[in-house]
């Protein structure tokens, strides 16, 4: 996953190329959500855990969608 924080940093190495492959400046190992009931504050509070932005939602290993902290905290989330 490649997200506005991975962007961040990469724009912060000396080794950045705008031209370069978006897999090395991605999470290649990111937190991910495999429990659809999982009840929306829950998923705050792992966003939060891992001081992350992002979560990816998967069924059985494939992505189905993605839950970004703005979402949840649009909501009224604490």
């Given amino acids: 996953i490649l997200s506005d924080g991975d962007l961040r940093r990469a724009l912060m190495r000396e080794d950045f190329d ?9 999470t290649k190992n ?16 792992l966003i939060e855990q891992f001081k992350i932005q992002v979560l990816p939602v998967v069924e059985n290993g494939v992505p189905v969608g993605i839950l970004h902290i703005h ?3 649009s909501l009224g989330l604490k």
Wanted: negative net charge; charged residues 30%.
């Fill in 18 to 26: 705008i031209n370069g492959d978006a897999l090395k400046y991605a």
């Fill in 30 to 45: 990111p937190k991910m959500l495999d429990d659809k009931n999982m009840l929306a504050i829950d998923a705050l509070n």
């Fill in 71 to 73: 979402d949840l905290t």
